[in-house]
């Protein structure tokens, strides 16, 4: 069964670095669905048409090679924490949930100081609902549960505008096919991050 979702959540981090950085050097982690080619172009065009059809929206619009959808946040750290990594392989290589189609056909924002423009699913489908469950289970049993949030609210960020919350907007449906799992490692302020592993969800052996 699908899980109707609310209008708006909770802010965000800021995936940009932005005025939230800070001064020492932040080594973020956390497990995220990533698009292949064909669906990270269809959200650039998604990104494109929101942009055109609100041209007031003043806001920084998030590279294309950024986007991704973030599963389970795993921290903010001094290092690269090599137990946390640990944990987050030993809970992906446990998956059993097969490959899906994850259909986005909103476009949102959440509440915050730069409030996130998003692209989001009306419901949540269960398999990707039965995903986040099998990671935050296998994560809290690895003693990862800190930053682990109680609920989920599955979506693409696109930009963060200043002070407007988009209001919510049906858009054309877009298809994301997911069959991998990534564990993606960012440092706070620069323009990439760095993919440390990515494990098939229909089974096939785990690779870096």
């Known amino acids: 069964m699908n899980r109707q979702l609310p209008p708006s959540g909770p802010a965000q981090l800021d995936l940009l670095g932005g005025s939230d950085a800070q001064a020492a050097e932040v080594h973020r982690l956390f497990l995220a669905l990533l698009p292949d080619a064909a669906t990270r172009a269809r959200l650039a065009q998604a990104a494109a048409a929101l942009r055109s059809a609100q041209p007031g929206l003043r806001a920084r619009w998030v590279n294309p090679a950024?986007?991704?959808a973030t599963l389970h946040f795993l921290g903010d750290h001094a290092s690269l924490r090599q137990d946390v990594v640990a944990a987050a392989t030993t809970a992906a290589q446990a998956l059993r949930t097969p490959a899906?189609?994850?259909?986005?056909?909103q476009a949102a924002g959440f509440r915050g100081r730069q409030p996130p423009c998003i692209?989001?699913?009306?419901s949540v489908p269960a398999p990707l609902q039965q995903l986040w469950h099998e990671l935050r289970h296998a994560l809290l049993l690895a003693g990862q549960g800190r930053h682990l949030e109680a609920g989920f609210t599955p979506h693409v960020t696109l930009a963060y505008s200043h002070g407007t919350v988009p209001g919510v907007t049906p858009i054309a449906p877009l298809v994301w096919p997911v069959d991998r799992v990534a564990l993606l490692h960012s440092v706070?302020?620069?323009a990439d991050y760095q993919l440390l592993a990515q494990w098939p969800l229909a089974g096939d052996?785990?690779?870096p």
């Open 66 to 68: 950024r986007y991704h």
């Open 100 to 105: 899906f189609e994850w259909v986005l056909d």
């Open 119 to 122: 692209l989001r699913s009306a």
């Open 205 to 207: 052996s785990a690779g």
């Open 188 to 190: 706070v302020g620069q």
